[in-house]
């Protein structure tokens, strides 16, 4: 048997437990280094900006 190279694998969208934890290892690596973006009202940005998404979360918590 041949197996394709890329196996596409369905990621769920974040839970909000899952996304608090994860933008909150982002806050503690630094990853996340504006400081407004590090308050409550930042993280709901970032939680509506990427729709719980996890590809979506990295993009936008990452820097240019």
Known sequence: YYLEPFIPIEIPIYSNT???NHFEYYKDRNWIQNP???TDNGR????FLSGKNPAEFMRVCQTI
């Not at 709901?44 to 939680?47: C, H, L, T």
């Open 18 to 20: 899952e996304l608090v």
């Open 36 to 38: 407004e973006a590090r």
């Open 44 to 47: 709901n940005e970032v939680i």
